[in-house]
Nanobody
Framework: QVHLVESGGGLVQAGGSLRLSCAAA????????IGWFRQAPGKEREFVAA????????YYADSVKGRFTVSINNAKNTAYLQMNSLKPEDTAVYYC????????????????WGQGTQVTVSS
């Protein structure tokens, strides 16, 4: 059993920054890839970013590339999503999840999910 808890969300003005954390309890991140997704009101959950467990590869949605950075600290059992140059369209609930499949942008390739953290970007 893995319990994931996101934190760091909040209200920020456009152009601002936030850093989300994803802390894991139970089994560690070690050897598992971690993904970040988001879901805006009335929209489907979408892929944001992912990172391999050893940090040698990262993946980003086109909409966040160059603005968001995903990282992982296995010693702390925590993954991070640094979000810069935030836009109102980034407003959503952000989730982290543990990847068990091969496609980093496919929701069904993730098993354990956090409860989400709200990010609101005002214009």
């Amino acid at each position: 059993q893995v319990h994931l808890v996101e934190s760091g969300g909040g209200l920020v003005q456009a152009g601002g920054s936030l850093r989300l954390s994803c802390a894991a309890a139970g089994r560690t991140f070690s050897s598992y890839n971690i993904g970040w997704f988001r879901q805006a009101p009335g929209k489907e959950r979408e892929f944001v970013a992912a990172i391999r467990w050893n940090s040698d590869s990262t993946y980003y949605a086109d909409s966040v590339k160059g603005r968001f950075t995903v990282s992982i600290n296995n010693a702390k059992n925590t993954a991070y999503l640094q979000m810069n140059s935030l836009k109102p369209e980034d407003t959503a609930v952000y989730y982290c999840a543990r990847m068990i499949g091969r496609d980093y942008d496919r929701i069904s390739d993730y098993d354990y999910w956090g409860q989400g953290t709200q990010v609101t970007v005002s214009s």
